[in-house]
């Protein structure tokens, strides 16, 4: 089983930047992929990056293009999703997941494992 533990959230101004960390665990096989999601209250679970194994491909949902970006540490088994010049509709529960093939990586239905979330609160 994989665990997945995201962590880094709280409240920050509008503008500030901040950094999440989701630690993998567990019975992971080599090269998963690992997508960033969010969830606001009352909409649906969106997807926000996604990173390959090697972290040479990402993807990005186009209202977070050069504002976000997904990293990752496999020596440490810690992905990272670093936010800059925050909003406040970025307001949400962000989620991590993962899962072993790419393919339509934008979809949440794709991943296997998921985190139990981190609150990021971005106030105008």
């Known amino acids: 089983q994989v665990q997945l533990g995201e962590s880094g959230g709280r409240l920050v101004q509008a503008g500030d930047s901040l950094r999440l960390s989701c630690a993998v665990s567990g019975r992971t096989r080599s090269n998963y992929v690992i997508g960033w999601f969010r969830q606001a209250p009352g909409k649906e679970r969106e997807f926000v990056a996604a990173v390959s194994w090697s972290g040479d491909t990402t993807l990005y949902a186009d209202s977070m293009k050069g504002r976000f970006a997904v990293s990752r540490d496999n020596a440490r088994n810690t992905m990272y999703l670093q936010m800059n010049n925050l909003k406040p509709e970025d307001t949400a529960v962000y989620y991590c997941?993962?899962?072993?093939?790419?393919?339509?990586?934008?979809?949440?239905?794709?991943?296997?494992?998921w985190g139990q979330g981190t609150q990021v609160t971005v106030s105008s």
């Open positions: 997941a993962a899962r072993y093939t790419w393919d339509r990586a934008t979809m949440a239905s794709n991943y296997d494992y």
